[in-house]
């Protein structure tokens, strides 16, 4: 089970939080700072769903940095196991610490009893993200992510790892942590995971932005953008997302168009967004062939 992280917590409080992450230039919102706050707070992992680029791992990378503690991140993907999750053995070390040792020793049961003992040791031990946070003692943020895309057998994994911050490695014993981590797992939902390991998260849906906080977002990312201009660009973002596209533009992507308008040198006039130069640069935030075309159909755009 999980335990409150006590004198190991990184904030005071909720708004302690949210104004440390605010100077990351990360904008949260009540129920993100609140979520944010608890699991840190109660020890409990965070898991963090919604569309891709609303900002759920850069969520954990905000914390690291307000914290001042390191992040380790585990990216998840299809076919990812315990050992690219957790440990694994140096083979390549092993075995030329065997024949260094037979060599030495001579081919005897004596001699290879005290090689196997040399070779399982910490010395020959890879530490993936998982071991890595747990093994160390300085405040640490745990991020995995995308787990929605990593096996079942991965979630039981985490299930073990999680509940207790303990692995058990056999030719080693226990590991236990010292000082947790605060843990955050992100998801795109492509999934649905088990509720095994809802149970044991605190939940949290980051959606897109509103207009409001969209255009906060960008005053703080692309300050050189002027205020007409990032108007003009969420409401066109909004209306993309309104559409029946594959892939929907995310925060990131209207940050990066807002950048690309900076660089065109039409980010700072006072002015709307030329229609020829929305058609050109669709690209920036549409990402397959038949959602520029939508767009470009129903905006009345040509390219």
């Not at 380790?72 to 065997?98: P, S």
């Not at 998801?187 to 906080?213: G, H, M, Q, V, W």
């Not at 040198?265 to 062939?289: E, M, N, W």
């Amino acid at each position: 089970m999980n335990a409150p992280r006590g004198d190991d917590a990184f904030f005071t409080d909720v708004a302690q939080l949210q104004a440390a992450l605010t100077a990351t230039n990360y904008l949260p919102d009540a129920a993100t700072s609140t979520s944010a706050f608890l699991a840190d707070r109660l020890g409990k992992p965070l898991l963090v769903e919604g569309p891709a680029g609303v900002g759920k791992t850069e969520l954990a990378r905000s914390l690291a940095t307000a914290a001042g503690a390191e992040l380790i991140r585990l990216q998840c993907y299809e076919g990812i196991d315990e050992a690219r999750a957790l440990y694994e053995w140096n083979h390549a070390k092993q075995i030329l610490a065997i024949t260094a040792g037979q060599s030495r020793l001579g081919d005897t049961a004596g001699g290879w009893d005290a090689v196997k003992t040399d070779i399982f040791s910490t010395e020959f031990l890879l530490a993936r993200p998982l071991l890595q946070a747990i093994q160390r003692t300085e405040p640490t943020v745990l991020l995995i992510d995308e787990i929605d895309k990593a096996d079942v057998d991965v979630e039981a994994l985490l299930l073990e790892v999680l509940g207790e911050f303990s692995v058990t490695i056999p030719e080693l014993g226990t590991v236990t942590a010292a000082r947790r981590p605060l843990v955050i797992l992100t998801s795109n939902a492509t999934r649905e995971l088990s509720e095994a390991l809802k149970r044991r998260c605190l939940y949290l849906y980051i959606d897109f932005p509103d207009p409001a906080r969209e255009r906060e977002i960008l005053a703080a990312r692309v300050p050189d953008l002027t205020e007409s201009v990032a108007r003009e660009l969420v409401r066109i973002v909004g209306v993309l997302r309104s559409l029946d596209v594959r892939k929907k533009p995310s925060v990131a992507e209207t940050i990066d168009w807002a950048n690309t308008l900076l660089a065109l040198g039409a980010g700072r006039s006072a002015g709307r967004i030329d229609d020829s130069l929305i058609a050109r640069t669709l690209g920036v935030v549409l990402k397959h062939r038949p959602d520029v075309t939508t767009a470009l159909t129903e905006l009345k755009l040509r390219p």
